[in-house]
């Protein structure tokens, strides 16, 4: 025999004696081996290496060594002078096209664990399989064991146990073995669940629904950048999660509580609740307050509003979970008082608090070219979408706010829950058993989203444009005019949008990046002209949007304008009338009034626009406060009935 595959051997050839048998081997994907076999004969003995298809191709030598790319078998015949030959053992090189990433650079062969058992839970009478695999030069032992004990016969790398009784309930793990050294898998726990045993259903909601509020152009206070795309954004992935979502950038303190109230009638029992605020905030003896847009400088809790009365509404409407995100600052504006840890408001539970930073310490937001964005809120927007518990995803978030070099040492966020239920914001909307509710909220919640109908105008002279509408939040809306058809006779088509009562577009303001605007909306309709109408919360009535079309006629050469109309009616939030005079002069309580001269303590650093690591600039979101004056000791301040809402119109 001399080149062909080796099947069998007759004839034993007793003037060749292999001393040494090559070994079969366990190694991961493209791993180098070496086989090697070692024989004694007369004279000079030559070899050949085979696999169970074909020769190896310069496989001469004693020693083989190969890439190994797939598991294959492989035997060596050896030959003399004297047409004697004899064949080594066949041996396996094992590939495991598996993680290698723990594998030593140095590794010398000894048994590495790759894959280990995991825990099983088994009906009685099915079949129960673990499995472990590690990589070893020669290839490993395995020996099973269960309550300590060795299994009889069970030497492989996968334990199969048919029909399982409850005496096969414990905890296995396997050891592995070879020549150089003995290794041990993790030891799991095979649980024999009886049928009558069923695994727990999956926590579902039966509804989500979210408010999120931005506030960044402030009367009183510098303003912010961030809010703008971190509202667009957690508003688009909530709304991925199921959520229905209402999004409000810049409200007043009574704009604010008016979104609220309507926010709390959406809720009823087993929904899953969630508020998020960017903006100006600040902290005191452990309540939080939330500046709102009009607050005067220096400005009193009477001007704000007070977070932990709008978790105590949520609780009060049974929600199956009630979230609030904070991005902002929790500076105290009265550094002598001692910091009270918050108490659960209600004794129901699966509240959670997610904070962007601790206390008496600043948020801050990250200016990048065009886009900026919350420290917290960026890697919240990372996260949110994952299918775990609601608490593991903030502590993602919070590592990762820990590793970011721009706020070590400066923002760490802080997470407080009364958690009792493994909930998480992917749970699936369960809406059996509660159609009607379902249905009023959706009903609620359309009409706070609804848009304008597209409009096809045709002017005098024969061009037709269309009028079509989109909302980037539920209080801002986009106009986009089109010149669909043009007749022989014009040319030079030109149009512009207007609205009455004209409504101030707050994108448009100085500071406000171009390039922040097209990240918030690609104008995919290629339209001919935008309008935006900010601040639709405060609409009194109706909205006309006037369209002027400039074009010139062919015939005379002359430059001709024509204009037309279409009356919108009162589109998204506006529709909900949640327009309020002031009701200052109303209030019957005066919140803060142990509070009327509070100390300034905010050294507003994004003011001074400092550098911290270029080209990103830090902003922080914190206001002033009035100076308060000195005292023996910290009482906190009365507040106003925040509750009273009797002229609150919520969502129809």
């Keep these: 025999m001399t080149g062909s595959n ?21 190694v991961p994907v493209n791993h180098k081996v070496t086989l090697r076999v070692r024989a004694e004969g007369k004279g000079f003995l030559s070899y050949q290496w085979f696999t169970e298809d074909e020769e190896v191709p310069g496989g001469t030598q004693a020693d083989l060594t190969i890439r190994a790319s797939k598991t294959q078998l492989y035997v060596c015949r050896v030959n003399d002078h004297f047409q004697n030959y004899v064949f080594s053992e066949w041996v396996k090189v094992k590939v495991l096209d598996i993680d290698k990433s723990g594998l030593p650079v140095d590794w010398q062969g000894e048994p590495h664990i790759a894959i280990n058992p995991k825990p099983q839970a088994v009906q009685p009478g099915a079949k129960l399989s673990l499995r472990c695999a590690a990589f070893g030069i020669p290839v490993p032992y395995y020996q099973w064991y269960r309550n300590g004990q060795p299994l009889l016969d069970k030497t492989s790398d996968t334990l199969e146990i048919d029909g399982v009784t409850s005496e096969h309930g414990g905890s296995y793990l396997c050891s592995v073995s070879n020549v150089l050294a003995e290794r041990w898998t993790e030891a ?19 509804d989500k629904v979210a408010l999120l509020i931005g506030n960044l152009n402030y009367r009183h206070h510098y303003g912010l ?20 979502v209402v999004s409000l950038l810049d409200l007043t303190r009574e704009e604010m509580m008016a979104a609220i109230e309507n926010f709390i009638q959406l809720l009823d029992r087993g929904v899953y609740g969630l508020f998020y605020y960017a903006g100006h905030g600040y902290e005191h003896a452990g309540r939080n307050y939330l500046v709102a847009v009009d607050a005067p400088q220096p400005y009193q809790t009477k001007n704000c509003v007070c977070v932990q009365r709008v978790m105590l509404q949520m609780q009060e409407r049974r929600t199956a979970i009630s979230v609030i995100l904070l991005d902002t600052c929790r ?62 995803v903030l502590e993602r978030v919070s590592e990762d706010v820990g590793k970011d070099p721009l706020v070590t040492g400066k923002q760490a966020v802080e997470i407080k829950h009364t958690m009792k239920e493994p909930r998480s914001l992917t749970d699936k909307v369960r809406t059996t058993g509660h159609t009607k509710e379902l249905r009023l909220r959706d009903i609620c919640w359309r009409q706070a989203n609804e848009l304008p109908r597209k409009k096809q105008l045709t002017f005098p002279c024969g061009v037709e444009v269309e009028v079509s509408f989109s909302a980037l939040f539920s209080n801002v809306l986009v106009a986009f005019a089109t010149v669909k058809t043009t007749p022989a006779q014009t040319q030079d088509c030109t149009v512009m949008l207007r609205s009455n009562p004209s409504m101030e577009d707050i994108f448009s303001r100085p500071g406000c990046s171009e390039d922040m605007d097209s990240l918030l909306f690609n104008e995919t309709q290629n339209s001919d002209c935008t309008l935006r109408l900010c601040s639709l919360q405060r609409l009194k009535g109706s909205v006309v949007i006037k369209v002027d079309l400039h074009y010139t006629q062919k015939d005379s050469n002359l430059r001709r304008t024509e204009s037309l109309q279409v009356d919108i009616g009162m589109p998204l939030v506006a529709s909900c009338n949640v327009y309020r005079e002031n009701r200052a002069a109303k209030d019957k309580k005066t ?27 830090h902003f922080t979101r914190k206001a002033e406060c009035a100076a308060k004056k000195a005292t023996t000791h910290c009482n906190e301040p ?6 009273e809402a009797q002229d609150f119109r919520p969502y129809k």
Aim: proline residues 7%; contains cysteine; glycine residues 6%.
């Design 331 to 392: 500076k105290w504006y009265n550094q002598a008082c001692i910091p009270s840890v918050i108490k659960p408001l209600g004794p129901n539970g699966n509240t959670v608090y997610g904070y962007a930073t601790c206390e008496d310490a600043e948020a801050y937001e990250v200016q990048d070219g065009g886009k900026s964005t919350g420290i917290f809120t960026k890697y919240l927007n990372k996260h949110i979408l994952e299918a775990e518990k609601v608490t593991h």
């Design 6 to 26: 080796p099947k069998s051997s007759n004839i034993m050839i007793t003037e060749i004696v292999i001393l040494r048998h090559p070994v079969s081997v366990c």
């Design 591 to 617: 919140e803060g009034a142990t509070a009327q001269s509070m100390s300034n303590f905010s050294h507003r650093k994004s003011q001074q626009h400092q550098t911290l690591a270029a080209p990103h600039r």
């Design 225 to 244: 950048m961030a809010p703008v795309m971190d509202v667009h954004e957690l508003a688009n992935l909530l709304q991925q999660l199921g959520f229905r």
């Design 188 to 206: 799991v726990d095979v649980d024999i669940v009886q049928p009558d045993q069923p695994p727990p259903a999956a926590l579902t909601a039966t």
């Design 638 to 643: 009365e507040e106003n009935d925040e509750t």
